[in-house]
């Protein structure tokens, strides 16, 4: 069955220090990955797709994502994290042609000033 | 553009009561989807519309969750009769088409039930 995991529950990182969020996910086929951003109250905003070619993305917010098949991963950096980054980040892949999103359960980060 | 808008923003009520909640999705958007977030997990894909029609509803409780979409614009979500566990974070998102994959989620809908 298709799912993503994403190991840590929790990270706190001081402002100004790089990132990495990591994710993991099972599906049969070509993955189509997403990492979304969830603000305390707000809904989810897309930062970052990966449907083929590059393996490394580029989104919004100066964040990026590297797409690695042999490892299943599809982990999220950004090399110097800002304060408003604080916020809940899914993984995500889609399964069908749909449309349909499984969501992984959040990594929830703090920034310390 | 204006977003995607939900209403109400949040909702307390006893078990067994029924609540609604409504979702007006992006101008011209065709797909609407409504998620249930449970606190400390991922959304959870309730049900899919494409236009007015269901695309999928495979993990909507359909003994007690109920949504339509009439006209193919906005829709609504209900609960009869509610439980503890349906406390969650309920999001509606839209897409402008199939094969998009660009959801712009709404604010959601928090419910508390006593």
């Known amino acids: 069955a298709q799912s993503v995991t994403q190991p840590d529950i929790h990270i706190t990182v001081s402002e100004g220090a790089s990132l990495e969020l990591r994710c993991n996910y099972s599906?049969?086929?070509?993955?189509?990955l997403f990492w979304y951003v969830q603000s305390p109250g707000q809904g989810l905003q897309l930062l970052l797709k990966?449907?083929?070619?590059?393996?490394l993305v580029q989104g919004i917010k100066g964040f990026e994502a590297e797409f690695k098949r042999s490892q299943s991963s599809f982990n999220l950096r950004k090399p110097s994290v800002h304060w408003s980054d604080a916020a809940e980040y899914f993984c995500a892949v889609g399964v069908d042609s749909y449309d349909k999103v499984i969501f992984g359960p959040g990594t929830s980060l703090s920034v310390i000033p | 553009e204006a977003g995607v808008a939900q209403s109400p923003r949040y909702k307390i009520i006893e078990k067994r009561q029924s609540v609604a909640f409504w979702c007006n999705p992006i101008s011209g958007h065709a797909t609407l989807y409504w998620y249930q977030q449970i606190l400390g997990q991922g959304p959870k894909l309730l049900i899919q519309?494409?236009?007015?029609?269901?695309?999928?509803d495979s993990q909507l409780p359909k003994d007690r969750f109920s949504a339509e979409r009439l006209k193919g614009v906005d829709s609504t979500l209900k609960i009869q009769p509610a439980k503890l566990e349906d406390s969650a974070v309920y999001l509606c998102a839209s897409s402008l088409d199939l094969g998009t994959y660009e959801q712009y989620f709404g604010p959601g809908t928090r419910l508390t039930v006593t």
């Open positions: 599906y049969g086929a070509t993955p189509y």
């Open positions: 990966y449907f083929s070619g590059d393996t």
């Open positions: 519309f494409q236009n007015n029609g269901v695309v999928d």
